[in-house]
């Protein structure tokens, strides 16, 4: 079938996050019908059609007890979609449930590391990797991404450095990166992985993002470059961002080694009891990842064409902003700096003048300073009124100087 993803889905009176009033009145203090938030990294479209179904299936037996994960059906929806998608044989016995990637890293921290131990991270990026390292009592490790050319690459020298403290035991990947966009390419994530094997740093993953690639790059799993990584390393992967399932709490999390496998299994289940999935959770991932690969290729489309018209407007309209141009996620990241704005001054003009609520780039520490990033998977036309609005604002503040 052929998706509407213009439509405008009025989400404020729902327990939606991203537009909720009381959501919207917790996280940026404003009660305001008018506000435009395009901050969370959720879409504003539709799910898949045989996801709908699925649910609607499932609502109808009306008993709702308690549910089993480890059934064929859905080891058989998750292994298939990553060989097909992926390319990546993954075993049964591989796959471990979880209600989310944040709560999965917490407990993977929680499991492969002590008290006092380090965990790197590369800033600027997905900001809970910073509270799952400062929570649970680890030391945090900034590994800053190298930005020049409005592009971003590994810092390789600082990361060995970094890797080689005794104390450092895990590495948390973001792959496709959050929020800068990068999809990392095959090269530069052996020659972390090889790092990572060399002095005894665990790799996870977050692939989250990993099937929202953009025309002519390329995504690489992790575990595929080389059986070594792929035993050093775990994988976190999720219907939530490809299918917009987050709020039905479920994802996959990957460990081809079996003794690690087995120690996480221990923490999730035994430790924190988090074995039961929802089951509307497990009807939509199997649907999704069964029969959603048509509204998945349509979204990728329709997502593009945002990206593409988010940047011709700034490059006719908005010469002060600087657009990242993304290889990956529907998240983009601008480049607010040749304003000379401080964050309060920037988040001020973007919030309280345009009144349009995006996720400050401080927020994702060292090197977000200046950034603000923004999620384009919404109808054109709500994308095109919060850029009318920025440009507005920005006008303003250049003609009062």
């Not at 997905?126 to 592009?151: I, T």
């Not at 005894?200 to 002519?216: K, Q, R, S, Y």
């Not at 990842?289 to 329709?302: A, I, P, S, T």
């Not at 990242?324 to 480049?335: K, S, V």
Request: with cysteine.
């Amino acid at each position: 079938m052929i998706y509407d993803f213009d439509r405008v889905i009025d989400r404020k009176d729902s327990f939606s996050l991203k537009w909720s009033k009381i959501a919207i009145q917790k996280f940026f203090n404003k009660e305001d019908d008018d506000l435009l938030p395009l901050w969370v990294a959720d879409m504003d479209f539709e799910c898949p059609k045989p996801v709908v179904d699925a649910i609607k299936k499932e609502a109808d037996g009306c008993v709702y007890g308690y549910n089993w994960h480890i059934t064929p059906k859905y080891l058989d929806a998750v292994t298939g979609w990553m060989h097909r998608r992926h390319k990546w044989k993954v075993d049964r016995d591989w796959v471990v449930y979880s209600p989310g990637i944040v709560p999965a890293i917490n407990m993977m921290i929680q499991t492969f590391s002590n008290v006092g131990d380090k965990v790197i991270v590369q800033p600027p990026v997905y900001y809970p990797f910073f509270s799952a390292v400062k929570e649970n009592g680890r030391q945090l490790l900034q590994n800053q991404l190298r930005y020049e050319n409005h592009r971003y690459t590994f810092d390789y020298e600082d990361f060995e450095e970094k890797a080689k403290d005794s104390l450092t035991k895990i590495f948390i990947l973001c792959s496709p990166h959050n929020p800068v966009g990068r999809v990392w390419t095959k090269e530069e994530l052996k020659k972390l992985g090889d790092i990572c094997l060399e002095h005894n740093v665990l790799m996870i993953a977050d692939e989250i993002h990993h099937d929202l690639i953009l025309p002519g790059n390329k995504h690489t799993v992790y575990s595929t470059i080389s059986k070594e990584f792929e035993q050093n390393s775990i994988i976190c992967t999720a219907p939530s961002k490809t299918f917009n399932l987050a709020g039905l709490q479920v994802s996959n999390v990957i460990i081809p080694n079996k003794k690690m496998r087995q120690s996480f299994i221990n923490t999730i289940v035994n430790k924190n009891g988090l074995g039961i999935p929802n089951p509307f959770g497990l009807v939509a991932m199997i649907a999704a990842y069964n029969d959603g690969e048509d509204w998945l290729e349509q979204v990728l489309r329709y997502i593009g064409l945002n990206f593409q018209s988010l940047k011709e407007f700034i490059e006719i309209n908005l010469s002060d902003i600087k657009f990242i141009e993304p290889e990956g996620t529907y998240l983009a990241w601008l480049d607010f700096n040749s304003l000379g704005l401080n964050d309060e001054e920037l988040k001020d003009l973007i919030l309280n003048k345009a009144n349009v609520a995006l996720d400050d780039g401080s927020l994702f520490g060292l090197g977000g300073e200046g950034f603000q990033r923004i999620n384009v998977a919404c109808p054109k036309s709500i994308l095109e009124l919060a850029m009318h609005r920025i440009e507005k604002v920005v006008d303003q503040l250049n003609a009062s100087r």
